[in-house]
DNA sequence: ATCAATTTCCAAAACGCTTTGGATGAACGC
DNA sequence: GCGTTCATCCAAAGCGTTTTGGAAATTGAT
């Protein structure tokens, strides 16, 4: 069993205030007493019990994230993982708890509620808003601090968020195929009702028409991001009558998926055929080295996750400190996989 | 705010002490009084605190996971969120709260002394052990109640643990390769620190021996489990004077990367050279079909990390209940990735 | 030396719950 | 009608902190 404040405070004949303040850095207690005070918690090892702590001060010194695992399709994104290193980074250092909520996807909102009512969490952050999420209502109502990681188009109150730039980058990265004289160019994008594909999608297409070229429904596809969704739309797109000279992937793991499904037809990346794709700089799928395997729009996901944290804490410890916004930009990093269209 | 008890038992001109064993399921309140506390509990939308009702019971009611994060290779092993997914699936339904650590891999120790010491969590899972974990020992001594993810080499003392039988996995996969012909059998495994990489190995080399093979120190190797690994892995062995005819690869991830080493050399998997994979069934890259394209040896890490926290939970209610051990068998699923060796 | 201002400490209340140890009637047996 | 047993409720203490509102001792100014 773990030594209690009040234990340490007569272990030292002193009184649970002092110790407490002492402890605290409260100003009203004598320098002596103090090295005298910490010495002895140091010694014995005190700390102190989060509960009460939280009890008393009314903070529950804990940040929620609710990963809503979806009752269909049973996806879990593994962007999360790099994201909650980051942040989890972040928490540590400022003496803030982590707490997870797997959740099916359809009672997510009583999660918050659950977390606010029972006083869990001092704020949360949400993953994968989607367009007009719901959410965001609910939470600005419930009055729990909140940011996002992504925006919700559709929304019209304001909030907190962190984001890349994906129309920008997914803009970007069409124009640059568009300079390489690519006139078909595929999107494989992830689930539009995501609100990212859907800022993605929308560069895409706004490069495409400030290129003059129409977007053909055909080459553009929208599904969850695994290895096999790449591969077979490559395939299968690959194999129309008039193919695409060029491909856009959301992730690294749908390229991978691509790069599989081309180079079964004998297609090589970078000569026959382009490939660009969005790389959140997984730990595990490093796209680096002199030349990259891929040329992609690059964000560190792990980045992200450090600053969402620092943002909301920032926005706990400062209620009034109003929205807070950031709009992370991409590089686009060149790589091995893209070349002039064949023509 | 959200309402308290003694709000709730104001309104209902009830003492806390009835509301309380009302919603608690207690013997010695009315039926009917019951009844009318629970309608107005719903309707108030009433939850107890945690903190408030955790510091009455002394339970924290929340289990920790400390993930150490490499100070040096920075890895966020990819398979952490599946089996997250999975553990915090059974600590929702259970009314338990999931609390995430993010630590430098060399201050481990001192979170574990931490969430204990602070009395935040009522038991841990351990992740990634190594071979002769010190962790073991450790936590034996805090008296936290706690559950290996894998087990420990080395580590005489009795603890709990839910693991696949990695030795028998890689042996079997090992000796179906054997069958086919193959005599050079390339091992890119994970690092040897750790435990289920060890023990990959030993069903390795036991499976050879008894083929009456001798072990070849060029054909095997161990890293961080990246794609670029397992890429570079094939190309430069494949280009060995005296090459191997097959590949056991550590996980799919880096499967995929021996898989495009080989393609890139024109190599074509199943004919030209095979390949077994271990399958963690993460749900972004699915080895399913009709025809997987890895013959695997899989099992489910998210439903290791379900069976896992049913384990913690058990041993956390029943202290007593000595420790528990569940060693899960994988299945060798046939793909489309290997075949006989050439002659 | 006196009074006010500082320092330095402490007793007690509070946070929101559970739990111990009764108290109050009603029902029951005779 | 009386004592006993149940059923049903409650007051108060306690969990380990923080924080409010002093109190006592020391210092400083005059």
Same mark, same amino acid.
């Given at each position: %069993?773990?030594?209690?404040?009040?234990?340490?405070?007569?272990?030292?004949?002193?009184?649970?205030?002092?110790?407490?303040?002492?402890?605290?850095?409260?100003?009203?207690?004598?320098?002596?007493?103090?090295?005298?005070?910490?010495?002895?918690?140091?010694?014995?090892?005190?700390?102190?019990?989060?509960?009460?702590?939280?009890?008393?001060?009314?903070?529950?010194?804990?940040?929620?994230?609710?990963?809503?695992?979806?009752?269909?399709?049973?996806?879990?994104?593994?962007?999360?993982?790099?994201?909650?290193?980051?942040?989890?980074?972040?928490?540590?250092?400022?003496?803030?708890?982590?707490?997870?909520?797997?959740?099916?996807?359809?009672?997510?909102?009583?999660?918050?509620?659950?977390? %606010?009512?029972?006083?869990?969490?001092?704020?949360?952050?949400?993953?994968?808003?989607?367009?007009?999420?719901?959410?965001?209502?609910?939470?600005?109502?419930?009055?729990?601090?909140?940011?996002?990681?992504?925006?919700?188009?559709?929304?019209?109150?304001?909030?907190?968020?962190?984001?890349?730039?994906?129309?920008?980058?997914?803009?970007?990265?069409?124009?640059?195929?568009?300079?390489?004289?690519?006139?078909?160019?595929?999107?494989?994008?992830?689930?539009?009702?995501?609100?990212?594909?859907?800022?993605?999608?929308?560069?895409?297409?706004?490069?495409?028409?400030?290129?003059?070229?129409?977007?053909?429904?055909?080459?553009?596809?929208?599904?969850?991001?695994?290895?096999?969704?790449?591969?077979?739309?490559?395939?299968?797109?690959?194999?129309?009558?008039?193919?695409?000279?060029?491909?856009?992937?959301?992730? %690294?793991?749908?390229?991978?998926?691509?790069?599989?499904?081309?180079?079964?037809?004998?297609?090589?990346?970078?000569?026959?055929?382009?490939?660009?794709?969005?790389?959140?700089?997984?730990?595990?799928?490093?796209?680096?080295?002199?030349?990259?395997?891929?040329?992609?729009?690059?964000?560190?996901?792990?980045?992200?996750?450090?600053?969402?944290?620092?943002?909301?804490?920032?926005?706990?410890?400062?209620?009034?400190?109003?929205?807070?916004?950031?709009?992370?930009?991409?590089?686009?990093?060149?790589?091995?996989?893209?070349?002039?269209?064949?023509?």
């Amino acid at each position: %069993m773990s030594v209690t404040l009040k234990q340490l405070a007569a272990s030292l004949g002193l009184s649970p205030t002092t110790v407490s303040r002492a402890l605290n850095g409260f100003p009203e207690v004598n320098a002596a007493t103090r090295k005298r005070v910490e010495h002895a918690a140091a010694a014995a090892n005190y700390h102190p019990n989060t509960r009460a702590k939280s009890l008393a001060t009314g903070r529950a010194q804990a940040i929620g994230h609710v990963i809503p695992v979806s009752t269909s399709h049973e996806i879990v994104n593994p962007v999360f993982a790099d994201f909650i290193a980051g942040a989890g980074e972040i928490y540590a250092r400022n003496g803030y708890e982590m707490i997870l909520r797997v959740v099916p996807d359809d009672s997510e909102a009583h999660a918050y509620r659950d977390l %606010m009512a029972r006083g869990s969490v001092d704020g949360v952050i949400l993953h994968g808003p989607r367009t007009n999420d719901a959410r965001v209502a609910m939470l600005a109502e419930l009055g729990l601090p909140f940011l996002l990681h992504g925006r919700t188009s559709g929304v019209s109150a304001p909030y907190s968020w962190i984001d890349i730039n994906n129309q920008r980058s997914f803009k970007r990265a069409t124009e640059f195929l568009c300079n390489f004289g690519h006139r078909r160019i595929a999107l494989i994008n992830g689930l539009e009702e995501m609100d990212f594909a859907r800022r993605r999608r929308n560069g895409y297409l706004e490069a495409l028409d400030e290129a003059g070229l129409a977007p053909d429904p055909m080459l553009m596809r929208q599904a969850e991001m695994t290895e096999p969704y790449g591969y077979r739309a490559a395939q299968e797109l690959i194999q129309l009558p008039d193919p695409p000279t060029a491909f856009l992937a959301s992730s %690294m793991i749908v390229a991978y998926g691509i790069l599989r499904g081309l180079s079964d037809l004998g297609l090589k990346l970078g000569s026959d055929i382009s490939v660009v794709t969005h790389d959140d700089e997984l730990s595990y799928l490093p796209n680096d080295g002199d030349v990259p395997l891929f040329t992609a729009t690059r964000s560190s996901v792990r980045e992200a996750g450090r600053r969402a944290a620092s943002m909301l804490l920032q926005l706990v410890a400062e209620p009034g400190s109003g929205p807070l916004t950031e709009l992370m930009e991409t590089a686009l990093v060149l790589g091995a996989s893209t070349g002039p269209a064949r023509v």
